[in-house]
């Protein structure tokens, strides 16, 4: 891994090499002091499939209007943006491709993903396909400064080099939580179609989600040698953090009429999170140091 490459004061473009930490990954890595979180797992290999094809897709449409930006400061973070995503992606092809070794079907789901995306995207004006984007990249950050604000998330993570992936991941989607929306106001984006948006994938990303974790885990025999563990591991996900009430009104904030993603104050958090990650003692500052 590299050190971070600072693109822009607040949305930062990094380039981890997580390889060693991924290097033993077992098939079950989730679970509070062991990996029996079975669910859980399968929930966190459906995300990492879905991250590549649909970062792809929020890189495509917030490229295809920066000629129609006029800020030069929004113009520097949608440059971050877009160099932050491509590491996003890159990183989760890396994860998957080990995912996949012990069964995961997340080749499957990222074409899926990929093919959605592109026939939706094809039917949509610019300024849709940006409303989507941007209702997305909350969902994205709302997820993510879960698990950077709430310890109890992150006890879920069973292997430190999948937690380390999640928790860079989730500081740069902290970082950059306002580009899009922001390039959606600057291009005349409206309020109305900014929240339909947002109901629509509401429904559409909860239904993608759920149907592809309980189609991987059905398909899973190792699961169902242990039925009782594998039954266990729902109600384990059903009490984390990421389905919780305060998550599920942070979401429903974004179709408050003026709502702006900075409503939310992270700053101290992504401060301290910058320092855990990649300062003079940071975990993955340390890993470069190794591999070097």
């Not at 797992?41 to 295809?64: K, N, W």
């Not at 069964?103 to 026939?119: C, E, I, L, N, T």
């Not at 600057?186 to 990303?205: D, K, S």
């Not at 992270?266 to 340390?286: K, N, P, Q, S, Y």
Request: glycine share 6%; proline share 4%.
């Amino acid at each position: 891994m590299s050190n971070a490459t600072i693109t822009h004061d607040r949305v930062q473009v990094r380039h981890p090499a997580l390889d060693d930490p991924l290097a033993d990954l077992p098939k079950y890595f989730m679970g509070v002091d062991a990996p029996d979180e079975v669910v859980g797992c399968h929930l966190i290999a459906v995300l990492s499939a879905i991250f590549p094809p649909g970062e792809d897709f929020f890189v495509r449409s917030v490229a295809r209007v920066r000629h129609r930006v006029g800020d030069p400061e929004l113009q520097a973070q949608v440059d971050a943006f877009i160099g932050q995503e491509d590491q996003h992606g890159e990183q989760h092809r890396r994860l998957n491709e080990r995912l996949a070794a012990h069964g995961y079907p997340v080749r499957r789901v990222s074409r899926f993903v990929d093919r959605v995306a592109r026939a939706v995207e094809g039917r949509l004006s610019p300024e849709a396909n940006l409303a989507v984007t941007a209702a997305l990249e909350h969902h994205t950050a709302v997820v993510a400064e879960t698990l950077l604000d709430i310890e109890a998330s992150r006890d879920h993570f069973a292997h430190d080099g999948v937690l380390a992936l999640f928790c860079w991941h989730a500081l740069e989607e902290s970082e950059h939580k306002a580009v899009a929306f922001d390039v959606y106001r600057e291009i005349g984006g409206t309020e109305a179609m900014r929240i339909r948006a947002m109901h629509v994938m509401n429904v559409l990303f909860a239904v993608e989600v759920a149907l592809a974790t309980a189609e991987s885990t059905l398909r899973d025999r190792d699961a169902w040698r242990h039925p009782v563990v594998t039954l266990r591991s729902v109600g384990a996900l059903a009490r984390s953090p990421f389905l919780s009430r305060r998550l599920v009104r942070r979401v429903a904030d974004y179709l408050d009429q003026g709502f702006h993603p900075d409503d939310a104050d992270t700053e101290e958090m992504i401060a301290r999170w910058r320092r855990e990650l990649f300062g003079a003692d940071g975990r993955l500052v340390d890993t470069a140091a190794g591999a070097a």
